[in-house]
């Protein structure tokens, strides 16, 4: 059931978020059998009705938030945060605060295929931060923190040939990974190009302001 409540979530901000990792790569996806809103009639799908500028932005809120994970209450927070902030851009403050949060850059060094997978391993304490474990997904990691799998956690099934499938994937610039020691060093600052980002943070924001 929690399977078929992702890939509605997916349907309905019309297009992949990813949240199931490899499946969304395949042709079992959803997005590829049924690209379009769940409940849908056939007759609707040719003549979709004309979206507010509310419930565009509606849509773009709920299609941030569904990516990263976070709950409305998280979610709100982290808004309210960029636009009081002084002496910063509000879209981009809120994407390095999602971009930060550790289940996401757990998600973000390869550790694991998706963000849901990766909160799963900090909640269950595979993963350590400057040597310490934490079950904190939602901590913030700042620039030189050093994130790595906890050496009792290595011969979960969860990490089975982790190190070699390190070696092949492209990871942000942000962060440097370590394949031989399950390590990712924070050496920079998010900076996601528009296309990776393919959200509208602006909108999100002026979502909030009304």
């Known amino acids: 059931m929690i399977t078929d409540q992702k890939c509605k979530k997916c349907r309905r901000a019309g297009e992949k978020l990813f949240l199931k990792g490899e499946r969304c790569f395949t042709p079992k996806c959803a997005m590829e059998r049924k690209p379009y809103p769940p409940g849908m009639l056939m007759s609707e799908r040719k003549h979709r009705s004309n979206v507010t500028e509310y419930g565009t932005q509606m849509r773009e809120k709920q299609k941030v938030r569904n990516t990263y994970r976070v709950n409305e209450k998280q979610f709100s927070g982290y808004v309210k945060e960029a636009s009081r902030k002084t002496g910063v851009i509000p879209a981009e403050f809120?994407?390095?605060?999602?971009?930060?949060?550790?289940?996401?850059?757990?998600?973000?060094?390869?550790?694991a295929s998706s963000r849901s997978l990766a909160r799963q391993m900090v909640v269950h304490g595979h993963i350590a931060v400057n040597g310490r474990r934490t079950d904190v997904p939602s901590r913030r990691i700042k620039m030189g923190d050093v994130l790595s799998i906890r050496p009792g956690s290595r011969g979960s099934k969860l990490f089975e040939s982790l190190g070699e499938k390190l070696k092949t994937l492209t990871i942000q610039p942000w962060i440097k990974v370590d394949a031989e020691k399950y390590e990712a060093t924070i050496q920079g600052k998010p900076n996601l190009a528009k296309e990776e980002a393919s959200f509208n943070l602006n909108s999100v924001i002026e979502f909030y302001s009304r």
């Open 94 to 111: 809120l994407l390095e605060a999602l971009e930060t949060r550790l289940d996401n850059v757990v998600f973000r060094a390869g550790f």
